[in-house]
């Protein structure tokens, strides 16, 4: 008998399913050691060693197993494929004491698909673990332990107690912060355009643009006042002109390639909107169950049988121009992506989500994988583009170059299988030297907008961008700062909180390499340079932990903890002494004074945040700013009047932001 280990028991079922049966499949329910909870775990002066222990969740099931391995003629560890599949192979390893028993054979096997052909062929091509991938998953898990069990003391010592910091979510949390600051020193710009309606001999319209005025070109923002964009609709208005020049090509967009973790998490995010951590629980449902290949990947590559595949349901279900550029080679997206590894893509091309056995926001995501993987061996869209020039001149003399641009699809290529927005916009058969005249200007005004709060799917981005974390790291890393409430998420946007400000004011004042950009991005590739074996993960750990325990120790002498207690007159209902404000992960809060003899703590209800404005409904009151408290719009902020209910103004939107005058309100043409 033979026993084949893999990690979750949907996976040994489905593996189980595949073999005969002189094989035995089990499941390790995960880790089976890991560093000790209530200590450090890592000998800092004695090269790094670490203890291990065995959790007590994970002792039946060591037992269980070791009693399996005793029997077996051979042991398979089948784990994931990544780092932390060989780490827990390993672990397996010196856990169950696979030795084993004399005689036996340890094997290890490793496959992107959990399909029959893919098991088998891994069967047939045992390796030995790759310690380098081990040492690798080790360093990263003693530095994160070195951070958060070192850093995290500081901080209940200096801001509050239960507040952690961590060395890739911390630089989430600045990212956040970073653009919130941002968002609050931005000053509105005011800038015009102007709408302009050309029209022939024949009546026939088409809206154009002003390119040039006198010989210079009009910029984006070019016009930032009423009175200027008035003057040039009125100057415009009735002009005639002629087309100058008409230039007519194809241009083509080419299709996206497959998914690769990230790509799939900002893309679920987009359209399905899907928390990144939701989206990873699904995926791996899928493909434990076989319906997909393994889903933490950074790469690019398509195996040949999958682009085979992809171009024959193409040929055969939508005919042979849609297969024609199939197959497409796509290439890596970074010097660490793993050539050996694959990009995400359905097991089974022909099987559609109503065809699989999965949950149906499960089947949602597998559509996304299928749909984006055929889209990618697909020809590209091709567009017919059109712009015309027209020289104008205006009632005071000036001269105009305005422009009509006209877009339309002539083969929708990748995108009947992957939508992507795209306007068309025909233009009337135009000729040149063709006379034209303007038939309507309407100024509209404008305003410059902040740059956006980040959202599942451009906070991944941004990570990615920076070279922050690596696949298996952003849905953990993004669902820790909102359970350490350092952000919260409102209408799918993150906005920092107070605590999540005053914990990245500190680390970034104090522990700069911690959240720093650069150094995290650095730290990430030398950890993939442990994994390459091009260097040894203790010499990494010592680079870092040196420098960064040296002013850990002169920052407890110099830091002053942070005053976060506010006096107040409200008497505790308990003792009778004073309450005081205090700042905990979830915000303010009462609390006795007389704390610890006393813990009398209450909710704290927070004065109305006033913004400035009176209430422009009742003009008595003044606008304030709310949080919806309960339903599914809770977090919410909302505007209203103070005097409510006696005023019932309430506003989604901003009222400090400047709203657009209306066309017929601008000085031009009604």
């Not at 020193?185 to 005011?190: I, K, L, R, Y």
């Not at 793993?338 to 359905?346: D, F, G, L, Y």
């Not at 974390?469 to 700062?481: Q, V």
Request: net charge positive.
């Amino acid at each position: 008998m033979k026993l084949v280990i893999v990690e979750s028991p949907t996976k040994a079922k489905t593996i189980a399913g595949f073999l005969g049966k002189e094989y035995i499949v089990e499941s390790s329910y995960g880790h089976v050691r890991d560093l000790p909870k209530s200590k450090l775990g890592v000998d800092t002066e004695h090269n790094f060693e670490v203890q291990y222990l065995i959790p007590k969740k994970a002792s039946p099931v060591v037992k269980k197993l070791k009693k399996e391995a005793s029997k077996a003629e051979a042991i398979i560890l089948a784990t994931d494929e990544d780092r932390e599949g060989e780490a827990i192979s390993w672990h397996l390893k010196e856990a169950l004491g696979l030795l084993a028993p004399e005689g036996s054979e340890i094997e290890r096997i490793v496959f992107h698909e959990i399909t029959e052909t893919a098991i088998k062929a891994a069967l047939a091509h045992p390796r030995a673990l790759d310690m380098h991938l081990v040492d690798a998953q080790q360093a990263r898990r003693v530095l994160d332990r070195l951070v958060g069990y070192k850093l995290s003391p500081f901080l209940w010592k200096k801001v509050s107690g239960g507040l952690s910091a961590g060395r890739v979510q911390s630089v989430a949390v600045r990212l956040i912060a970073e653009r919130e600051a941002e968002i609050k020193a931005f000053t509105p710009e005011e800038y015009w355009t102007i709408g302009l309606l050309a029209a022939k001999e024949n009546s026939e319209t088409f809206e154009v643009n002003i390119h040039e005025i006198d010989g210079k070109p009009l910029e984006k923002m070019g016009i930032t006042e009423k009175t200027a964009a008035a003057a040039i609709a009125d100057d415009l208005l009735g002009a005639t002109g002629h087309i100058r020049s008409i230039e007519k090509k194809e241009v083509y967009k080419n299709p996206p390639a497959p998914f690769i973790t990230s790509t799939l998490q900002q893309e679920a995010a987009k359209r399905l909107r899907f928390s990144s951590k939701k989206t990873m629980m699904l995926a791996q449902r899928l493909y434990e169950n076989g319906h997909i290949t393994y889903m933490r990947t950074d790469s690019v590559n398509l195996s040949e049988e999958s682009l085979r595949a992809a171009k024959a349901w193409l040929t055969e279900q939508l005919g042979a121009r849609y297969g024609a550029d199939a197959p497409r080679i796509f290439k890596k997206k970074s010097r660490l992506a793993q050539e050996a590894h694959e990009a995400i893509r359905p097991t089974e091309v022909m099987r559609a989500g109503e065809a699989i056995n999965a949950e149906p926001d499960a089947k949602k995501v597998y559509e996304l994988i299928r749909n984006r993987f055929l889209a990618s061996q697909m020809p590209k869209a091709v567009f017919n583009a059109t712009r015309a020039e027209m020289e104008m001149k205006g009632k005071s003399g000036k001269r105009y170059v305005l422009a009509a641009n006209g877009n339309t699809l002539l083969f929708d290529g990748f995108t009947r299988m992957w939508r992507v927005k795209f306007e068309e916009k025909e233009l009337p058969e135009l000729k040149e030297n063709e006379p034209v005249h303007i038939q309507g200007a309407e100024p509209a005004q404008h305003f410059t907008e902040p740059p956006p709060r980040y959202n599942e799917a451009s906070i991944i981005k941004a990570l990615e961008k920076f070279g922050i974390g690596r696949p298996s790291t952003y849905a953990p890393t993004i669902s820790t700062i909102q359970t350490r409430n350092y952000v919260e998420k409102q209408n799918g946007r993150f906005f920092l909180t107070e605590i999540g400000g005053i914990v990245n004011k500190m680390l970034t004042e104090h522990f700069p390499q911690i959240v720093d950009i650069d150094f995290t991005a650095k730290m990430e590739e030398e950890l993939d340079e442990v994994a390459e074996g091009k260097m040894k993960w203790q010499d990494v750990i010592r680079e870092f932990y040196g420098p960064f325990n040296e002013n850990l120790t002169k920052k407890y002498e110099e830091v002053k903890k942070e005053e976060i207690t506010e006096t107040t007159d409200e008497i505790c209902d308990k003792c009778g002494r004073p309450m005081v404000v205090k700042r905990g992960r979830f915000g303010k809060f009462l609390a006795c004074s007389g704390y610890p003899e006393c813990k009398n703590t209450k909710n704290l209800k927070e004065a109305p945040k006033l913004i400035g404005l009176k209430c422009p409904k009742c003009s008595e009151g003044d606008v304030i700013e709310r949080k919806v408290m309960r339903g599914r719009a809770r977090g919410k902020i909302f505007w209203g009047c103070s005097r409510y209910p006696a005023c019932d103004y309430a506003s989604w939107t901003d009222p400090r932001v400047p709203v657009p005058v209306p066309a017929n309100e601008t000085g031009g043409t009604p």
